[in-house]
């Protein structure tokens, strides 16, 4: 990365609309191209979105959870419980990642969501968020419970005004995932 010292600042994109992961994959691209070392963790996702292919070639580590491909909703028990494991043990392997320095950014992606319906353990998200000494992280997702807001450096609220999906255009390749 460039000459900067490294500040550790806490990113928060949330809302509702679509760009979330579009804004945090734009970080990654820039942090790259000045050198940085970048992990995107992408929590509830099966890996599949677009941005995970160029972001591996431009050298980011990249990580999901979501084997099934499923929304949690439509998840069995049994994919819900696997899931859960692996939000987890990501959650963890991103919290030794920052204590140890590998990477200049974190992208926890959808991991506030992971958090509110229980895949995370607010607790564990909070103390990453305390302690990730000259590591930039983003966490993403809908909505973000007020402790994890008050630890925030950045907070950004994307909105869907108008979105295609509302006339029934359904997810496309490359724009929406």
Sequence with gaps: MNNNPPLGLLHLYLGNGKGKTTAAAGLCCRVLGSG?????????????????????????????????????????????????QSCEEQLLYCTQAAAQGHFDLIVLDEVL????????????????????????????????????????????????????YQKGVAARLGIEY
């Design 36 to 84: 940085g070392r970048v992990l995107l963790a992408q929590f509830l996702k099966s890996g599949q979105s677009s941005e995970v292919a160029s972001l591996s070639t431009l050298g980011a580590k990249t990580m999901h959870t979501n084997q099934s491909g499923k929304f949690t909703w439509q998840m069995t028990e049994e994919e819900a419980k696997l899931c859960r």
């Design 113 to 164: 969501d992971a958090a509110q319906k229980g895949f995370v353990p607010m607790e564990s998200l909070c103390a990453l968020a305390q302690q990730h000494p000259g590591v930039e992280l983003v966490f993403t997702g809908r909505q973000a419970a007020g402790e994890v807001k008050a630890l925030a450096d950045y907070i950004s609220v994307i909105s869907a005004e108008k979105h295609p």
